[in-house]
């Protein structure tokens, strides 16, 4: 299999990421994004766990619709299926955004 990337996209920071398993869950994808460090041995986004009001925050990976230019959010999962990377049409090489979303405390 070939090596399946994508660049994500979180504030001003831009990374190009390997994905082992493109068809594995978003939810363990971003499992593995908050713990991945970089060559210099520290994590490679930082995951603040609340916003600036104290609210908690959870994270999911947007996409571009290029219609209207918009982020729109891939959640992780849709009733009970999970969901992956293709339920998005995300392929090689394309751009992700993590999108922080506060939930009511």
């Given amino acids: 299999m070939d090596d399946f990337f994508i660049n ?3 504030k001003d920071k831009h990374v190009k990421f ?3 398993n ?11 994004l908050r713990h991945s460090v970089g060559q210099d041995g520290r994590l490679i986004f930082d995951f603040p766990s609340v916003d600036s009001t104290g ?3 959870d994270y999911f990976f947007g996409k571009e619709d290029p219609e209207v230019h918009e982020i729109r959010v891939m959640r992780p999962r849709i009733g009970r299926t999970e969901q992956t ?3 998005y049409n995300v392929k090689n090489g394309d ?5 922080p979303d506060p939930f009511p405390g």
């Fill in 8 to 10: 994500i996209v979180y």
């Fill in 18 to 20: 390997r994905i082992a």
């Fill in 22 to 32: 493109p068809m594995s869950p978003l939810g363990t994808l971003m499992n593995n």
């Fill in 55 to 57: 609210a908690p925050l």
């Fill in 85 to 87: 990377l293709a339920d």
């Fill in 95 to 99: 751009t992700v955004f993590l999108v």
